[in-house]
Nanobody, 116 residues
């Protein structure tokens, strides 16, 4: 099984930047498909970005050009670099992993608040 621990959330001003981290353990990390999701109160969870074991990335249209997903297999960690943040980006951000056996795992989430 896989355990995921997110970090890096907090309060940031509009236009600012933040980097989220998700550290994984309990599996061969390099084989994992990794995804960032987010969820605002009362809203459905939405996909933010994903990265395959081969390094192929995809982004939701509203984040494309502002957010960057990356992975460091040596550190068993996936990152989400967020630039030009807007109040609409305020949400709890969740890390998700799918391992080589197609088992899915969720992190506990980290809260991001964008406000002046």
């Amino acid at each position: 099984q896989v355990q995921l621990v997110e970090s890096g959330g907090g309060l940031v001003q509009p236009g600012g930047s933040l980097r989220l981290s998700c550290a994984a353990s309990g599996s061969i990390f390099s084989d994992n498909y990794m995804v960032w999701y987010r969820q605002a109160p009362g809203q459905q969870r939405e996909l933010v970005a994903s990265i395959t074991s081969g390094g192929i990335t995809n982004y939701a249209d509203s984040m494309k050009g502002r957010f960057t997903i990356s992975r460091d297999n040596a550190k068993n960690t996936v990152y989400l670099q967020m630039n030009s943040l807007k109040p609409e980006d305020t949400a709890v951000y969740y890390c998700y992993a799918r391992d080589s056996r197609w088992q899915g795992y969720w992190g506990q989430g980290t809260r991001v608040t964008v406000s002046s």
